[in-house]
């Protein structure tokens, strides 16, 4: 039955056995059907860093933990940026660094989140709902979107979790 609502209702639906507790899916009005947020998806306090974080200690935090992103936060909380793994590669790779490799590892101790991040990042509220995260990620070609609510960072969505919440998808018959 979950399939053939699915198709008929589309890519948001959600069969409502699915849905964890404190999960916060919306009900469609015209339809009854349940659409997940972003607050289903995203990772709660997801880790971050200072502006003035050392680029060398970014990315050994991006590489113990898995991540391909990092937030970027105000000693308030406040997100004031994203840094990823391309944000990196590219301000190791500069035109100023040659390909030795003691040069490289100095741009990574002598330059900070800061001064490679991503300032006023696009952001997603939690209650957007997972159709509109999923378009916002593939139009601007984003790994990730943070999530925040009254000026205050919550969470993270990344392509994984989108991808993960997908694959929970009932196989069509």
Known sequence: MATLLAIKFGRNFFDSTKVRPGKRAQINRNSGAIMLT???????????????????????????????????????????????????????????????PLDRIQVLEQHTAAECMTSDPKTISSDTPIHKVAQLLSAYKYGALPVVDDGQLVGIVTVTDLLNQMALLPEPD
């Open 38 to 100: 972003a607050y289903d998806l995203m990772t709660i306090d997801p880790i971050t860093v200072k502006p003035d974080t050392p680029l060398l200690e970014v990315v050994a935090l991006m590489n113990k933990m898995g991540n391909r992103q990092l937030l970027v936060v105000a000693d308030d909380g406040e997100l004031v940026g994203i840094v990823t793994d391309r944000d990196v590669r590219l301000a190791v790779n500069s035109p100023l660094v040659t390909d030795e």
